[in-house]
């Protein structure tokens, strides 16, 4: 039986959320190369999909977060995953923005958390973990109690860990980097040669120049 990080990999690559080219790499708005592209956006184009990551990322959170009374979400790409859980869970939503508005009351939060609400917060993809951290940052600031983030895929890399270890935060994802190499190679969306590449790739995303 497949566990829950092969099943959403498996949806997130057949669905081109996750788009793997180690021969014709991306590149990354901070300038690495690298052979994947990661869309979760795309899962709320497809109903099962988004049913899915609901359900097990707020089973995910009953398991690791019971204390959680409150839902924050990291904009953009979280804004409705996190509306998502925070209906299923029956909890208060509010989501935190990259930076503040530049008109009216300048929120950076948006929503009505209050001081001490114990709050989980959702991302969809985690990768050095900055901006995630960020809105972490922004919710301490206002008097959140934040007890956790729960995200849809991560990368893995240790500067992400070792970014949350700092920081004092709980991360737990549905699914990661080495599960959806597996299920790529099973379901054949990479070949043995593809794997070596993303394997490297994942040693030094900074320094990868491409496949060869």
């Known amino acids: 039986m497949k566990n829950v990080a092969r099943m959403l990999a498996e949806k997130l690559l057949k669905i ?15 300038g690495w190369n690298s052979p ?5 956006r795309q899962t709320l184009s497809h109903p099962d999909v988004r049913s899915f990551i609901k359900i097990e990322l707020s089973r995910l959170i009953l398991e690791r977060f019971p204390q959680a009374n409150a839902v924050a979400g990291v904009a953009t790409g979280a804004i409705a995953q996190g509306a998502l859980v925070a209906d299923e869970l029956g909890l208060p939503y509010a989501y935190v923005r990259s930076s503040p508005k530049d008109h009216g009351l300048e929120n950076l939060i948006e929503g009505d958390l209050r001081p001490g609400v114990k709050v ?10 900055h901006s995630s951290l960020k809105a972490v940052e922004a919710l301490r600031l206002a008097g959140c109690d934040v007890v956790g983030m729960a995200a849809l ?3 893995g890399f240790p500067q992400a860990e070792a970014n949350f270890r700092e920081a004092g935060v709980e991360l737990v994802t549905l699914s990661d980097y ?23 790739w ?8 491409g496949k060869f």
């Open 16 to 30: 081109s959320a996750i788009k793997l080219q180690p021969d014709n790499p991306f590149t990354w708005s901070s």
């Open 36 to 40: 994947i592209y990661t869309d979760n």
């Open 120 to 129: 989980v917060v959702i991302e969809d993809l985690i990768s050095t973990g």
């Open 153 to 155: 895929f991560t990368y």
């Open 178 to 200: 080495n599960a959806m190499l597996e299920v790529a190679l099973e379901t054949k969306f990479i070949n043995e040669g593809d794997m070596a590449a993303l394997r490297l």
């Open 202 to 209: 994942r040693t030094d995303p900074e320094n990868w120049t």
